[in-house]
């Protein structure tokens, strides 16, 4: 069978004022756009890509509750203490949700939901 889905390759999180989201989020990941307009930021981040967008003229931010995008990291409690650090406000606090698995979540400061995940029982493929 055929797999009609490679994986994910790109979140893209939107903001009333792309300057401000492109500085929060290079200093959330600690990297500099490789990609970057007025139109869109967009980060590599550990061979997948986080976009930066703007709110078109008008258009409503989407709001939290929507879908949720988890960046896998190797000590959750340590990038969830870094995003508050940065202005990020907690969503849901750092837990285990089973065997090694840790997830946690915080709310970016225009509302979208940043997920955090550690899990080594989930290997990435080339």
Request: glycine residues 12%; charged residues 20%; hydrophobic residues 35%.
């Amino acid at each position: 069978m055929q797999k009609r889905f490679a994986g994910l390759r790109t979140v893209i999180y939107r903001v009333p004022d792309v300057a401000a989201g492109k500085e929060w989020y290079r200093k959330a990941f600690q990297t500099d756009p490789y990609f970057d307009e007025p139109f869109y930021v967009g980060f590599e981040i550990g061979g997948y890509e986080l976009g930066v967008h703007p709110l078109e003229p008008g258009e409503a931010h989407p709001g939290t509750g929507g879908v949720e995008t988890y960046w896998g990291v190797e000590n959750v409690r340590e990038a969830y203490d870094f995003l508050l650090s940065l202005g990020a406000t907690s969503h849901s606090a750092p837990q285990n949700v089973g065997g090694p698995i840790e997830v946690a979540t915080v709310t970016d400061p225009w509302g979208n939901i940043i997920g955090l995940i550690y899990n080594p029982l989930f290997q990435v493929k080339p």
